[in-house]
């Protein structure tokens, strides 16, 4: 056996060089840039990237997309963001001038709970009739790509029937003067029926 002390007197004169200590470091190094280092280090960027994503679109909520809407008769380009049941729509008119409108609310289950409208069921909302009181006492009636004057439409009881179509689908509204309107695609919603607040 080796006595201890004798090993250190013959091997404690030895010193290394600059240079190998210098690339002893620099092996070293380069053993602790392994290629499962890169995959953990990709994996944990990605990571950290989605995280990110999901935050982002958390804070901005919803769905947003452009779509194709009538507005006054007129197909219009507008962007439409969705959260939670409702619905903000931004578009431009034939002037340039910049409009915003909104909608949307909540649908009753036959347990009697309540949820968020669907985008369907929101799609389907703007798609109804829009009825307009102009300034001058005129009322306008729009559907789709159809614009129709009923000022003079109005019976004694203030109400109004109306027949739409778009292609082979009709839609019969009445209308309650400055009271709101009910559609049907059977029959015409009648003035006992019709809830009115007046």
């Known amino acids: 056996m080796i006595d201890k002390k004798q090993y250190q007197r013959t091997f404690g004169v030895l010193h290394a060089s600059g240079d190998f200590l210098k690339e002893e470091t620099f092996m070293q190094t380069k053993r602790h840039f392994s290629v499962r280092r890169i995959v953990f280090l990709c994996a944990a960027v990605i990571l950290v990237v989605s995280m990110a994503t999901v935050c982002y679109a958390k804070d901005v909520g919803g769905i947003q997309r452009t779509i194709q809407l009538w507005v006054h008769g007129d197909q219009t380009s507008a962007v439409m963001d969705i959260q939670d049941g409702h619905y903000t729509l931004t578009y431009e008119d034939a002037q340039g001038n910049s409009h915003e409108r909104g ?31 102009q300034e001058d006492g005129s009322v306008w009636i729009y559907y789709m790509d159809q614009a129709m004057e009923i000022t003079d439409r109005f019976n004694e009881e203030n109400f109004c029937f109306v027949t739409l179509k778009d292609g082979a689908d ?18 015409y ?8 607040s007046k």
């Not at 009709?170 to 029959?187: E, H, M, Q, R």
């Not at 919603?189 to 009115?196: R, W």
């Open 103 to 133: 909608g949307g609310g909540v649908a009753y289950e036959p347990d009697g709970s309540e949820r968020p409208l669907t985008e369907e069921e929101l799609m389907e909302q703007l798609n109804m009739p829009e009825v307009e009181y």
């Open 170 to 187: 009709v839609l019969y509204v009445t209308i309650k003067y400055n009271d709101g309107f009910a559609c049907s695609s059977i029959a």
């Open 189 to 196: 919603v009648q003035p006992s029926e019709f809830n009115t």
